[in-house]
């Protein structure tokens, strides 16, 4: 369940931020849904290989070329989810910013034990 609420979380920021930042489209709040379906995945499956490869380069950045591998997974996800699109590496690396700070403020506020 709370898998799903994380879901629909990232999803409505995803779409909220589609209006907020220049250079992302998102067509409805279905394709945001697909999007954080999609950026799940390939968080699970995708990212923690690109971080064993980049161990070396990571450590030397202090764990700034993390940043890089994030904005890497959203121009993926806009070239795997119809009616979702990014202007390039720039707009990718901001929204992936943005959504991670925006998504985790939420739900540590929403999740209070």
């Known amino acids: 369940m709370n ?14 931020l589609s209006y907020l930042l220049p250079g992302i489209q998102m067509d409805s709040f279905v394709t945001a849904i697909i999007l954080a379906i999609v950026l799940a995945i390939l ?6 290989l690109l971080v064993l490869l980049t161990l070396p380069i ?3 950045t202090l764990g700034i070329f993390l940043l890089v591998i994030n904005a890497l997974i959203i121009l993926l996800a806009d070239k795997l989810v119809d009616g979702f699109h990014t202007d390039g590496f720039w707009t990718a690396l901001l929204f992936s910013i ?7 403020l939420i739900t540590s506020m929403s999740t209070k034990d």
């Open 58 to 60: 990571t450590i030397i």
């Open 3 to 16: 898998f799903l609420i994380r879901l629909l979380i990232t999803a409505i920021v995803a779409f909220g």
């Open 98 to 104: 943005v959504l991670s700070v925006t998504t985790s």
């Open 43 to 48: 968080n699970t499956l995708i990212k923690p």
